[in-house]
Protein backbone atom coordinates (compact mmCIF):
# COMPACT_ATOMS: atom_id res chain seq x y z
CA UNK A 1 0.00 0.00 0.00
CA UNK A 2 2.27 2.39 1.34
CA UNK A 3 6.11 2.26 2.12
CA UNK A 4 7.15 3.62 5.59
CA UNK A 5 9.88 5.36 3.64
CA UNK A 6 7.32 6.76 1.77
CA UNK A 7 5.33 8.27 4.24
CA UNK A 8 7.48 8.98 7.60
CA UNK A 9 10.03 11.80 8.17
CA UNK A 10 11.50 12.21 11.79
CA UNK A 11 11.55 15.55 13.68
CA UNK A 12 12.46 16.56 17.21
CA UNK A 13 9.87 17.46 19.48
CA UNK A 14 10.95 20.63 21.66
CA UNK A 15 10.93 20.13 25.56
CA UNK A 16 8.96 17.22 25.21
CA UNK A 17 10.71 14.30 27.26
CA UNK A 18 7.87 12.37 27.28
CA UNK A 19 8.29 11.61 23.85
CA UNK A 20 11.46 13.37 22.51
CA UNK A 21 10.70 12.84 18.26
CA UNK A 22 7.84 13.60 16.27
CA UNK A 23 6.85 10.91 13.44
CA UNK A 24 5.76 13.43 10.69
CA UNK A 25 3.23 12.10 7.55
CA UNK A 26 5.11 13.29 4.06
CA UNK A 27 1.82 12.78 2.16
CA UNK A 28 -0.66 14.02 5.44
CA UNK A 29 -0.83 17.55 4.60
CA UNK A 30 -0.33 18.93 8.23
CA UNK A 31 3.39 19.91 9.04
CA UNK A 32 4.77 19.28 5.62
CA UNK A 33 3.03 20.89 2.28
CA UNK A 34 1.55 18.50 -0.10
CA UNK A 35 -0.54 18.25 -3.24
CA UNK A 36 -4.22 18.16 -2.03
CA UNK A 37 -5.09 15.51 -4.14
CA UNK A 38 -2.64 12.57 -2.92
CA UNK A 39 -3.12 13.58 0.74
CA UNK A 40 -7.11 12.46 -0.49
CA UNK A 41 -6.02 9.66 -2.21
CA UNK A 42 -4.16 8.51 1.09
CA UNK A 43 -7.24 9.03 2.75
CA UNK A 44 -9.43 7.43 0.48
CA UNK A 45 -7.17 4.22 0.77
CA UNK A 46 -8.17 3.86 4.67
CA UNK A 47 -11.70 4.37 4.06
CA UNK A 48 -11.92 1.71 1.77
CA UNK A 49 -10.23 -0.68 4.36
CA UNK A 50 -13.06 0.65 6.40
CA UNK A 51 -15.71 -0.29 3.97
CA UNK A 52 -14.42 -4.13 3.04
CA UNK A 53 -14.08 -4.85 7.28
CA UNK A 54 -18.00 -2.77 7.88
CA UNK A 55 -19.81 -3.01 4.71
CA UNK A 56 -22.63 -1.21 5.23
CA UNK A 57 -22.82 -1.08 9.06
CA UNK A 58 -23.65 2.35 10.44
CA UNK A 59 -20.44 3.46 12.73
CA UNK A 60 -19.16 6.34 14.04
CA UNK A 61 -15.92 7.82 13.75
CA UNK A 62 -14.45 9.63 15.93
CA UNK A 63 -11.29 11.89 14.28
CA UNK A 64 -8.47 13.03 16.71
CA UNK A 65 -7.38 16.59 17.16
CA UNK A 66 -5.52 18.14 15.84
CA UNK A 67 -3.69 16.56 13.18
CA UNK A 68 -6.20 13.89 12.22
CA UNK A 69 -9.32 15.70 11.93
CA UNK A 70 -9.21 16.05 8.08
CA UNK A 71 -8.73 12.11 7.42
CA UNK A 72 -11.26 11.62 10.27
CA UNK A 73 -13.89 14.41 7.80
CA UNK A 74 -12.73 12.66 4.80
CA UNK A 75 -13.24 9.37 5.56
CA UNK A 76 -16.36 9.51 7.19
CA UNK A 77 -17.56 11.86 3.85
CA UNK A 78 -16.75 8.75 2.34
CA UNK A 79 -18.24 5.78 3.72
CA UNK A 80 -21.32 8.02 5.18
CA UNK A 81 -20.58 7.56 8.69
CA UNK A 82 -21.39 9.70 11.23
CA UNK A 83 -18.28 12.04 12.39
CA UNK A 84 -17.09 13.70 15.44
CA UNK A 85 -13.77 14.94 16.28
CA UNK A 86 -12.05 15.86 19.48
CA UNK A 87 -11.33 18.98 20.56
CA UNK A 88 -9.44 21.30 22.64
CA UNK A 89 -11.49 24.53 21.50
CA UNK A 90 -14.47 25.67 23.96
CA UNK A 91 -18.43 25.20 22.97
CA UNK A 92 -20.95 26.83 23.97
CA UNK A 93 -23.50 24.78 25.52
CA UNK A 94 -21.23 21.13 25.28
CA UNK A 95 -21.08 19.01 27.91
CA UNK A 96 -17.54 16.77 27.30
CA UNK A 97 -15.99 13.66 28.16
CA UNK A 98 -12.05 14.90 29.43
CA UNK A 99 -9.48 13.16 28.54
CA UNK A 100 -5.43 12.95 28.03
CA UNK A 101 -3.24 12.56 25.09
CA UNK A 102 -0.05 12.09 27.42
CA UNK A 103 2.96 12.57 25.18
CA UNK A 104 1.68 15.51 23.32
CA UNK A 105 2.69 18.93 23.62
CA UNK A 106 -1.26 19.86 24.31
CA UNK A 107 -2.54 16.54 26.77
CA UNK A 108 -5.89 17.74 27.50
CA UNK A 109 -8.70 16.71 24.47
CA UNK A 110 -12.39 17.01 25.26
CA UNK A 111 -15.39 14.93 23.00
CA UNK A 112 -18.63 16.44 22.78
CA UNK A 113 -20.81 13.92 25.20
CA UNK A 114 -24.27 15.26 24.48
CA UNK A 115 -23.42 14.48 20.75
CA UNK A 116 -22.10 10.84 20.92
CA UNK A 117 -24.98 10.35 23.29
CA UNK A 118 -27.79 11.36 20.00
CA UNK A 119 -26.46 8.57 17.80
CA UNK A 120 -25.81 5.36 20.53
CA UNK A 121 -28.79 3.90 19.76
CA UNK A 122 -28.06 4.23 15.73
CA UNK A 123 -24.47 2.40 15.53
CA UNK A 124 -23.00 -0.51 17.78
CA UNK A 125 -19.38 0.28 16.70
CA UNK A 126 -17.07 3.60 16.91
CA UNK A 127 -14.06 3.62 15.45
CA UNK A 128 -11.58 6.29 16.39
CA UNK A 129 -9.54 7.65 13.17
CA UNK A 130 -5.74 8.82 14.10
CA UNK A 131 -2.69 9.82 11.76
CA UNK A 132 -0.18 7.40 14.16
CA UNK A 133 -1.37 4.70 16.49
CA UNK A 134 1.62 4.36 18.61
CA UNK A 135 0.75 2.89 22.01
CA UNK A 136 -2.99 2.87 21.71
CA UNK A 137 -3.35 4.49 25.71
CA UNK A 138 -4.87 7.20 24.42
CA UNK A 139 -7.75 5.84 22.73
CA UNK A 140 -7.87 3.02 25.45
CA UNK A 141 -8.65 5.80 28.13
CA UNK A 142 -11.35 7.13 26.13
CA UNK A 143 -13.02 3.51 25.62
CA UNK A 144 -13.47 3.01 29.68
CA UNK A 145 -14.69 6.21 29.67
CA UNK A 146 -17.27 5.13 27.16
CA UNK A 147 -17.76 1.65 28.85
CA UNK A 148 -18.31 3.41 32.23
CA UNK A 149 -20.80 5.79 30.73
CA UNK A 150 -22.56 3.14 29.03
CA UNK A 151 -22.12 -0.19 29.23
CA UNK A 152 -20.05 -2.64 27.40
CA UNK A 153 -22.75 -3.36 24.44
CA UNK A 154 -20.82 -1.15 22.01
CA UNK A 155 -17.79 -2.67 19.68
CA UNK A 156 -14.82 -0.56 19.22
CA UNK A 157 -12.33 -0.13 16.28
CA UNK A 158 -9.02 2.13 15.43
CA UNK A 159 -7.98 3.15 12.32
CA UNK A 160 -5.08 5.10 11.36
CA UNK A 161 -2.70 5.81 8.56
CA UNK A 162 0.53 4.27 10.42
CA UNK A 163 0.47 1.58 13.32
CA UNK A 164 3.82 1.60 15.14
CA UNK A 165 2.07 -0.16 18.74
CA UNK A 166 4.35 -2.90 19.68
CA UNK A 167 3.52 -6.64 20.48
CA UNK A 168 2.32 -5.97 24.38
CA UNK A 169 -0.13 -3.23 23.15
CA UNK A 170 -1.43 -5.42 20.10
CA UNK A 171 -2.03 -8.04 22.03
CA UNK A 172 -3.68 -5.69 24.60
CA UNK A 173 -6.10 -4.91 21.80
CA UNK A 174 -7.21 -8.19 20.83
CA UNK A 175 -7.68 -9.01 24.89
CA UNK A 176 -10.29 -6.08 24.66
CA UNK A 177 -11.71 -7.55 21.12
CA UNK A 178 -10.81 -4.02 19.97
CA UNK A 179 -9.91 -4.61 16.14
CA UNK A 180 -7.12 -2.15 13.94
CA UNK A 181 -6.95 -1.15 10.85
CA UNK A 182 -3.80 1.11 9.17
CA UNK A 183 -2.21 1.49 5.98
CA UNK A 184 1.51 0.97 7.18
CA UNK A 185 3.23 -0.63 10.07
CA UNK A 186 6.09 1.32 11.21
CA UNK A 187 8.67 0.46 14.15
CA UNK A 188 9.46 3.08 16.81
CA UNK A 189 13.00 1.21 17.62
CA UNK A 190 15.29 2.95 16.43
CA UNK A 191 13.28 6.75 16.05
CA UNK A 192 14.99 8.49 18.32
CA UNK A 193 18.51 7.60 18.01
CA UNK A 194 17.97 8.22 14.04
CA UNK A 195 17.43 12.10 15.44
CA UNK A 196 20.91 12.54 17.79
CA UNK A 197 23.21 13.72 14.84
CA UNK A 198 21.03 16.83 14.13
CA UNK A 199 21.60 20.06 15.89
CA UNK A 200 18.57 22.59 16.47
CA UNK A 201 20.38 25.10 14.40
CA UNK A 202 17.57 26.30 11.93
CA UNK A 203 16.17 29.49 12.02
CA UNK A 204 13.54 30.97 14.13
CA UNK A 205 10.75 33.36 13.50
CA UNK A 206 9.14 35.45 15.99
CA UNK A 207 6.35 37.18 14.01
CA UNK A 208 5.10 40.06 15.37
CA UNK A 209 0.97 40.66 15.26
CA UNK A 210 1.35 44.55 16.22
CA UNK A 211 3.51 45.55 14.10
CA UNK A 212 1.39 44.58 11.00
CA UNK A 213 -1.60 46.49 10.50
CA UNK A 214 -2.30 45.91 6.78
CA UNK A 215 -5.28 45.01 4.96
CA UNK A 216 -5.98 41.75 3.11
CA UNK A 217 -8.91 40.69 1.04
CA UNK A 218 -11.35 38.84 3.46
CA UNK A 219 -14.67 37.07 3.02
CA UNK A 220 -16.99 35.34 4.72
CA UNK A 221 -18.85 32.17 3.26
CA UNK A 222 -21.90 31.00 4.69
CA UNK A 223 -23.08 27.66 5.54
CA UNK A 224 -20.85 26.54 8.51
CA UNK A 225 -20.60 23.54 9.77
CA UNK A 226 -18.33 22.38 12.75
CA UNK A 227 -17.38 19.20 12.77
CA UNK A 228 -16.21 19.87 16.17
CA UNK A 229 -20.03 18.84 16.84
CA UNK A 230 -21.76 15.62 15.51
CA UNK A 231 -21.69 15.23 11.58
CA UNK A 232 -23.36 12.89 8.89
CA UNK A 233 -19.97 12.04 7.03
CA UNK A 234 -21.92 12.87 3.26
CA UNK A 235 -23.79 16.66 4.82
CA UNK A 236 -20.48 17.64 6.17
CA UNK A 237 -18.96 16.67 2.90
CA UNK A 238 -21.54 18.38 0.60
CA UNK A 239 -20.97 21.13 3.04
CA UNK A 240 -17.23 21.33 2.39
CA UNK A 241 -18.16 21.30 -1.18
CA UNK A 242 -20.66 24.32 -0.93
CA UNK A 243 -18.03 26.05 0.68
CA UNK A 244 -15.49 25.64 -1.85
CA UNK A 245 -18.08 26.81 -4.55
CA UNK A 246 -18.78 30.13 -2.48
CA UNK A 247 -15.17 30.27 -2.59
CA UNK A 248 -14.53 30.28 -5.84
CA UNK A 249 -16.88 32.60 -6.50
CA UNK A 250 -15.46 35.09 -4.61
CA UNK A 251 -11.95 35.16 -6.12
CA UNK A 252 -10.25 35.97 -9.54
CA UNK A 253 -10.26 32.59 -11.83
CA UNK A 254 -7.02 31.00 -11.44
CA UNK A 255 -5.18 28.22 -13.92
CA UNK A 256 -1.83 27.87 -13.94
CA UNK A 257 -0.75 29.14 -10.40
CA UNK A 258 1.51 28.40 -8.06
CA UNK A 259 -1.26 28.15 -4.95
CA UNK A 260 -1.03 27.71 -1.31
CA UNK A 261 -3.93 26.97 0.81
CA UNK A 262 -4.00 27.00 4.66
CA UNK A 263 -5.67 25.55 7.18
CA UNK A 264 -6.05 26.59 10.80
CA UNK A 265 -5.22 24.36 13.58
CA UNK A 266 -8.08 21.84 14.22
CA UNK A 267 -9.93 22.93 10.88
CA UNK A 268 -8.07 21.39 8.16
CA UNK A 269 -10.44 19.06 6.16
CA UNK A 270 -12.80 22.33 4.90
CA UNK A 271 -9.76 24.13 3.73
CA UNK A 272 -8.18 20.57 1.80
CA UNK A 273 -11.63 20.61 0.05
CA UNK A 274 -10.79 23.75 -1.35
CA UNK A 275 -7.39 23.40 -2.18
CA UNK A 276 -8.21 20.03 -4.43
CA UNK A 277 -11.05 22.39 -6.14
CA UNK A 278 -8.22 25.07 -6.77
CA UNK A 279 -5.93 22.01 -7.97
CA UNK A 280 -8.95 20.34 -10.14
CA UNK A 281 -8.89 24.08 -12.37
CA UNK A 282 -5.07 23.62 -13.31
CA UNK A 283 -3.22 25.09 -10.90
CA UNK A 284 -0.04 23.56 -8.84
CA UNK A 285 -1.92 23.63 -5.03
CA UNK A 286 0.20 23.03 -1.92
CA UNK A 287 -2.09 22.60 1.29
CA UNK A 288 -0.70 22.16 4.88
CA UNK A 289 -2.36 23.99 8.25
CA UNK A 290 -1.03 25.66 11.54
CA UNK A 291 -0.36 23.43 13.88
CA UNK A 292 0.06 23.95 17.99
CA UNK A 293 3.05 21.45 17.66
CA UNK A 294 6.26 22.86 18.88
CA UNK A 295 8.86 21.43 16.64
CA UNK A 296 12.58 22.15 15.87
CA UNK A 297 14.59 22.93 13.11
CA UNK A 298 17.51 22.46 11.80
CA UNK A 299 19.22 22.84 8.52
CA UNK A 300 21.03 18.80 8.97
CA UNK A 301 20.44 17.03 5.41
CA UNK A 302 17.39 14.89 5.32
CA UNK A 303 15.77 17.23 8.37
CA UNK A 304 12.44 17.96 7.28
CA UNK A 305 12.27 21.16 8.81
CA UNK A 306 14.66 24.28 8.67
CA UNK A 307 12.26 27.23 9.09
CA UNK A 308 9.94 27.60 12.13
CA UNK A 309 7.27 30.72 12.51
CA UNK A 310 5.94 31.27 15.72
CA UNK A 311 2.44 32.67 15.68
CA UNK A 312 -0.81 33.86 17.84
CA UNK A 313 -3.38 31.49 17.74
CA UNK A 314 -6.84 32.59 15.58
CA UNK A 315 -8.52 31.54 18.24
CA UNK A 316 -7.23 32.09 21.48
CA UNK A 317 -4.77 35.26 21.54
CA UNK A 318 -2.75 33.71 24.41
CA UNK A 319 -1.76 30.35 22.85
CA UNK A 320 1.09 30.11 20.38
CA UNK A 321 0.60 28.01 16.89
CA UNK A 322 3.58 27.46 13.94
CA UNK A 323 4.07 26.92 10.32
CA UNK A 324 7.16 25.27 8.84
CA UNK A 325 8.92 26.05 5.74
CA UNK A 326 5.98 27.90 4.12
CA UNK A 327 8.21 28.95 0.84
CA UNK A 328 6.94 31.26 -1.80
CA UNK A 329 3.42 31.40 -3.92
CA UNK A 330 1.75 33.25 -6.08
CA UNK A 331 -1.32 33.16 -4.40
CA UNK A 332 -1.84 32.00 -0.94
CA UNK A 333 -5.17 31.58 0.37
CA UNK A 334 -5.90 30.68 4.61
CA UNK A 335 -9.47 29.02 4.88
CA UNK A 336 -10.69 29.27 8.66
CA UNK A 337 -13.50 29.06 11.08
CA UNK A 338 -11.66 31.13 13.47
CA UNK A 339 -14.51 34.33 13.80
CA UNK A 340 -11.97 36.49 15.07
CA UNK A 341 -8.65 36.41 16.19
CA UNK A 342 -6.88 39.83 14.19
CA UNK A 343 -3.98 40.12 16.71
CA UNK A 344 -3.22 36.02 15.31
CA UNK A 345 -4.24 36.66 11.56
CA UNK A 346 -1.06 39.69 11.73
CA UNK A 347 1.02 37.01 12.58
CA UNK A 348 0.37 34.67 9.93
CA UNK A 349 0.15 37.25 7.59
CA UNK A 350 3.88 38.43 8.81
CA UNK A 351 5.20 34.87 8.60
CA UNK A 352 4.10 34.61 4.79
CA UNK A 353 5.32 37.83 3.83
CA UNK A 354 8.11 36.98 5.37
CA UNK A 355 8.28 33.82 3.17
CA UNK A 356 7.80 36.41 0.27
CA UNK A 357 4.15 35.86 -0.51
CA UNK A 358 2.43 38.97 -1.48
CA UNK A 359 -0.92 38.12 -2.44
CA UNK A 360 -2.99 36.57 0.32
CA UNK A 361 -6.70 36.11 1.28
CA UNK A 362 -8.60 35.09 4.07
CA UNK A 363 -11.91 32.88 3.94
CA UNK A 364 -13.63 32.63 6.89
CA UNK A 365 -16.15 30.12 7.00
CA UNK A 366 -19.49 31.41 9.28
Keep these: MYSEKELVVLAKRENNQKRKYLVVNRLQGKHIAVSPKVALAMFDKLAEILLQAYGKEKLLLIGFAETATAIGAAVAGKIDAYYIQTTREELEGAEYFYFSEVHSHATEQKLVRTDIEQVLQKVKRIVFIEDEITTGNTILNIIRLLRKAYGENLAFSAASILNGMGEEHLEGYKEQGILLHYLTKIDHGNYEKALEGYQEDGICHLCDGEALEEHIEEYQVDGYQDARRLVQGKKYQMACQKLCEKTLACLPF ?113
Design 254 to 366: WKGKKVLVLGTEEFMYPALCVAERLEEMGNQVSYHATTRSPISVSMGNGYPFSYRYELISLYNHTRKTFLYNIGSYEEVLVVTDAQDGKEGLCTLIHALRLSGNKNIRLIRWC
